[in-house]
């Protein structure tokens, strides 16, 4: 499984590469039937290359795998086989802004789990060939090199990343998380794609990533489990493993993780 998930992504960022440059304006829509009416619509970008590159994996999985759920952030649950124990979680065009703007912070990535758990996690970033996989219990790479989480372990001398959803509330919470990181941390970023972000924290790049809520498991499920497989810790905002979708996601090399942790609590972000 994991050297088909490999096959797929390579393939999709292909695919993604071609359209890159080649993307028109009028190629664009928004997400929801109300598009451009509410805050969440008329800032989350799709393209045709997304459904395409989305349909692609799709329709890959269902052949090799008939059996095997799917979860999509273009398509949603599929209908088939939605009490099977491994379910495949993917983002066709994570960072789908980006790719508009021609900027090449974009990947694709999809993740398999298990019951529940993530097993395997495949990141790939096109325009820089580079690939980030892990498997449960078997460690991460980069382009076939171990990866391992930074030794820092000092949050003022720390980089870190943060990320939002497309909801006002996390959107403003994110800010406020900024407006303190950015003094309490050697410097904080925003690159617009959270599974190369939590590519970067595992492969120390950067210290940690601030995720508010609401997370979508789509665009953190491969990053989480490389993050952990690299030696890093993964907890919501309040410390706990289990409830990242509702309170949020700090992902960090684990040595500066209760720093971030208690800037969090005294700053009430």
């Not at 912070?105 to 060939?129: C, D, H, Q, S, W």
């Not at 907890?235 to 979708?245: E, H, L, N, Q, S």
Request: aromatic letters at 10%.
């Amino acid at each position: 499984m994991k050297e088909f998930a490999i096959g797929i992504a390579l393939r999709a960022g292909n695919m993604l590469m071609k359209e890159f440059r080649a993307l028109a304006p009028e190629e664009l829509r928004y997400k929801g039937k109300r598009q451009l009416l509410e805050f969440k619509d008329k800032r989350e970008i799709v393209t045709k290359t997304d459904l395409k590159v989305n349909d692609f994996i799709v329709s890959k999985i269902k052949s090799r795998y008939p059996e095997h759920s799917i979860l999509s952030e273009e398509e949603g649950m599929d209908s088939d086989n939605q009490k099977s124990e491994y379910m495949w979680v993917v983002d066709p065009l994570d960072g789908t802004t980006n790719f508009v703007m021609r900027h090449t912070f974009f990947t694709t990535t999809m993740a398999l789990l298990k019951n529940g758990e993530p097993i395997l996690g495949v990141i790939y970033a096109p325009y820089t060939r580079e690939l980030f996989v892990a498997e449960a219990g078997k460690g991460a790479k980069k382009n076939e090199v171990r990866m391992r989480t930074s030794n820092e372990d000092r949050l003022n001398q720390s980089f870190l990343c943060f990320a939002y959803s497309h909801e006002k509330k996390s959107l403003l919470r994110a800010i406020k998380a900024y407006q303190h990181f950015e003094f309490e941390a050697q410097s904080m970023r925003h690159f617009g794609s959270s599974s190369l972000e939590l590519a970067f924290v595992a492969s120390g790049r950067v210290e940690g990533m601030i995720i508010t809520p609401p997370v979508r498991i789509w665009d953190v499920a491969a990053g989480m489990l490389m993050v952990k497989e690299a030696g890093g810790m993964i907890t919501d905002f309040k410390g706990d493993p289990k409830r990242i979708a509702y309170n949020g996601l700090i992902a960090s090399n684990g040595k500066i993780h209760k720093q971030i942790l208690k800037v969090l609590k005294d700053k009430r972000i």
